[in-house]
């Protein structure tokens, strides 16, 4: 196994852990969040700006990088790594949000979370000339996916195997199963439905792995199940008993399933091998889910906020483009230490959005990745010192005005 996890603090009567991860492109101090490259890039980053805020792991995606420039152009180029230039641990999801995205939340208001929008590429680019049955892009069988492109409406079709095959190609360190996830309205009967068909894709990923036998990387399987409590301790224990490397929680959440989906889930997980919370990257949602048991977290939100001029502060977000702003000399947070908030202005960051400037989105997503990720950095040191409680508490009131 390419992978190695070290527990090496409980957090006391809880289930949250701090550990270390080994990758064979570095190590991990979990828990971490994990910044998002979709496209083998952070949006409006370069790799070096990424590594200089903090960030330990990239997370790209398989839909996407099949679609373009190719999974095999990638493999050609040297992988994931050499491709985009990032030689730290990585990550790449296994195409199944996609298929919810493609699928039953697209052209609705349904989203993964609660009031949060969805994958905001697909719901944008797709086209009413390509849709296909009921508006769909999409359509699934026990066998896999058929789908559309969301660029130009070519036909393809998505299997177990064919991520993995994908993904190998693409070469991260930490790759995931094929699964179906599901909207949070979706029925009980459909909920299990699908959740079968999880499992299955998780056998068929696991056994074309070991096929394919690329020992570098590392394979997650998923444990789905949608809100419902028996169908989410289920679908642990089936694919806790599966020869993963690490185990990965998706599906449909709301906020208060940080303290019950996902401790139902990591109670019966292994403890000795790593947890990543697909999808999650709200403050309130971190400090819920390390207190239950995980150890990473990828979201696209921070740099999606940031290019649309809504930044991080510990006293809760602001919107840059707001006009009080326009005379603001002050940084975008005075307690922040990252590059931004130590060279420049929120009136110089208004300024930019308002002059449609491209830095604005850069200088803004520098921000908030390094307030998230520092965010978690300061939760992993709190339960080290044994004051998670006590930090949590401050932060929360002093965020969200509780």
């Not at 299955?200 to 809100?227: D, M, N, P, Y």
């Not at 997980?269 to 390390?290: A, Q, Y």
Request: glycine share 10%.
């Amino acid at each position: 196994m390419s992978l190695e996890f070290k527990i090496e603090k409980n957090l006391n009567e809880e289930l949250g852990r701090v550990g270390v991860l080994t990758t064979p492109h570095g190590i991990i101090q979990t828990p971490a969040f994990v910044t998002v490259g979709t496209k083998a890039t952070v949006k409006a980053l370069t790799p070096e700006l990424v590594k200089d805020l903090g960030s330990q792991v990239v997370l790209a995606n398989t839909y996407h990088l099949y679609l373009q420039p190719g999974d095999n152009l990638v493999k050609e180029a040297g992988g994931l790594h050499k491709f985009m230039n990032w030689d730290g641990p990585t990550m790449t999801d296994s195409g199944g949000f996609q298929v919810f995205s493609l699928g039953e939340a697209f052209g609705d208001s349904v989203s993964k979370i609660a009031k949060k929008t969805e994958d905001e590429s697909l719901r944008s680019s797709a086209s009413n000339k390509i849709e296909g049955n009921s508006g769909r892009l999409m359509d699934i069988d026990d066998g896999g996916v058929n789908f559309r492109s969301h660029i130009d409406g070519s036909k393809h079709r998505f299997t177990p195997e064919k991520s993995i095959e994908i993904q190998h190609n693409i070469g991260a360190d930490m790759i995931f199963a094929f699964d179906e996830c599901t909207s949070p309205n979706a029925s009980y009967g459909y909920q299990k439905e699908a959740l079968d068909r999880t499992h299955r894709w998780a056998e068929r990923s696991l056994s074309q792995h070991k096929k394919l036998g690329v020992e570098e990387q590392s394979l997650f399987g998923i444990v789905q199940g949608g809100r419902f409590e028996d169908l989410r301790k289920y679908s642990a224990q089936v694919i806790s008993q599966m020869d993963f490397d690490g185990f990965g929680i998706g599906g449909s959440f709301e906020k208060e399933d940080m303290y019950t989906a996902v401790g139902w889930v990591n109670q019966i997980l292994p403890k000795e091998k790593p947890r990543h919370l697909l999808g999650i990257g709200e403050p309130e949602d971190l400090f819920g889910g390390i207190q239950n048991g995980i150890d990473l977290f990828d979201c696209v939100s921070p740099t999606r906020m940031g290019r649309n001029g809504t930044l991080h502060t510990e006293d809760g977000r602001i919107n840059i483009n707001n006009s009080k702003f326009q005379n603001d000399f002050g940084p975008i947070d005075k307690e922040c230490e990252c590059y931004v908030c130590k060279n420049y202005s929120r009136a110089y960051l208004s300024h930019l959005f308002r002059a449609k400037e491209m830095l604005a989105g850069t200088l803004a997503s520098i921000h908030n990745l390094y307030f998230i990720t520092h965010l978690v950095d300061k939760i992993r040191q709190s339960i080290l010192d044994e004051s998670f409680f006590e930090f949590k508490e401050e932060f929360l009131k002093r965020y969200y005005k509780y």
